[in-house]
């Protein structure tokens, strides 16, 4: 009884169950005299953090539960187990969940928008060892075929208007991003670090272009997330943090996080720019870096026991992590078979398994971003909002 009541406690004590807000993610999308709130579309990119069942839809890998049993009680596609941070923000914002642009089993409904989002994605375009081939770059180019293919539906009559975006929603859509984790993440295996925060304006640069083909084609309203602490996720703790010295205060990986706070400040100065150069878009920077360094630091305070430990793991101890045998996987190590299991309650856990965070940390997340303090430009106090969201 007492495991079912953490949570309650924990989003009381957080501001989750109201919150009063201006929810920029409307005001993007409407004007700012408008009375009603309605975003007619959101399209996503970036990578596992907000891949909604891409990945999985392409073949690139499977994965069976212990995933997706808090909130679908079933696989979902998500790397989780349950929602993510886009699901909660859409649900704020009152759309339905975006289905994976490359899923096309059960009739997907894309009227609302779609999901480009690939697990194991960079900005940089992908290499033959790349762990997704759909790098930015690709992602973008499937959004362009998305609404040429859209457009020539829509001159054909009414027949696929249920399922398909109006084509005003283009131009009137959000375009969420939140891309960048694995160019640096994945660069650190074959890089020193003064080589892999060299390469961040490279890799901008692709972000940048990426971003100017969205705006060419009638995209004005950008929703822009930074990268997290990449040192404080179990799998590269484990990679890189055998040496105490290499860790913070925290115990996460300082080089890691050295180089994420890098790559987000020359972000933040690309989207300033960007606002400066396109004054008819609304370019909003979103410091997710902030939110999750502070739920790890103030864990206990938001209800959490375990910051740094993978709820779906395998051996133990701090981190309850090893990358020979990921969650919900059994595997046959030393005349052994291993199996990395779920906990018993995933709310009491920051993340899930060793890469990504829980459904729990995902709402506190989101629930941070709605305040509006953590974005640039902030979201404004005048437009009364009542959010909702669901947990």
């Given at each position: 009884m007492a495991a079912r009541s953490r949570p309650a406690r924990r989003l009381a004590s957080s501001h989750i169950i109201i919150v009063i807000v201006v929810l920029f993610l409307h005001t993007a999308c409407v004007a700012m005299a408008a009375v009603d709130f309605n975003c007619p579309a959101v399209f996503n990119f970036g990578d596992s953090n907000s891949d909604t069942g891409a990945r999985i839809a392409a073949g690139l890998e499977s994965i069976g539960p212990p995933y997706g049993q808090t909130y679908f009680r079933r696989p979902a596609g998500r790397f989780c187990d349950g929602r993510l941070i886009i699901d909660f923000l859409l649900d704020a914002m009152d759309m339905p969940f975006l289905n994976a642009y490359l899923d096309s089993v059960g009739a997907p409904s894309f009227r609302k928008g779609s999901n480009f989002a690939v697990a194991g994605s960079t900005i940089l375009p992908a290499t033959a060892s790349s762990v997704s081939p759909f790098g930015f770059g690709l992602q973008i180019a499937q959004f362009l075929r998305f609404k040429d293919r859209v457009l020539e539906l829509l001159a054909k009559g009414n027949r696929y208007k249920k399922y398909i975006p109006h084509v005003d929603f283009f131009g009137e859509g959000l375009y969420m991003f939140d891309v960048g984790q694995n160019d640096l993440a994945g660069a650190f295996y074959h890089k020193k670090e003064d080589q892999v925060i060299a390469s961040i304006p490279t890799i901008l640069l692709e972000f940048e272009t990426g971003l100017k083909k969205l705006y060419d084609n009638g995209a004005r309203k950008f929703w822009i997330h930074n990268t997290a602490p990449l040192g404080c996720l179990p799998q590269n703790i484990?990679?890189?943090?055998?040496?105490?010295?290499?860790?913070?205060?925290?115990?996460?990986?300082?080089?890691?996080?050295?180089?994420?706070?890098?790559?987000?400040?020359?972000?933040?100065?690309?989207?300033?720019?960007?606002?400066?150069?396109?004054?008819?878009?609304?370019?909003?920077?979103?410091?997710?870096?902030?939110?999750?360094?502070?739920?790890?630091?103030n864990y206990s305070r938001y209800g959490f026991e375990y910051p740094i430990t993978a709820c779906c793991g395998y051996g133990g101890g701090a981190l309850n992590y090893d990358s020979r045998i990921p969650c919900g996987q059994t595997k046959v190590i030393s005349g052994s078979r291993l199996t990395a299991k779920g906990c018993n309650d995933s709310t009491e856990y920051v993340n899930w398994d060793g890469i990504h965070y829980t459904e729990a940390a995902n709402f506190h997340v989101s629930s941070q971003i709605l305040t509006g303090k953590y974005s640039d430009p902030p979201f404004s106090d005048k437009m009364p909002f009542l959010l909702k969201p669901k947990f």
């Open positions: 484990a990679a890189f943090g055998k040496d105490p010295s290499k860790l913070d205060e925290l115990g996460c990986v300082a080089s890691h996080n050295r180089a994420a706070k890098l790559f987000n400040l020359q972000l933040h100065a690309l989207c300033t720019k960007l606002q400066g150069q396109y004054t008819d878009a609304n370019i909003t920077y979103v410091d997710i870096y902030s939110i999750k360094y502070d739920l790890i630091a």
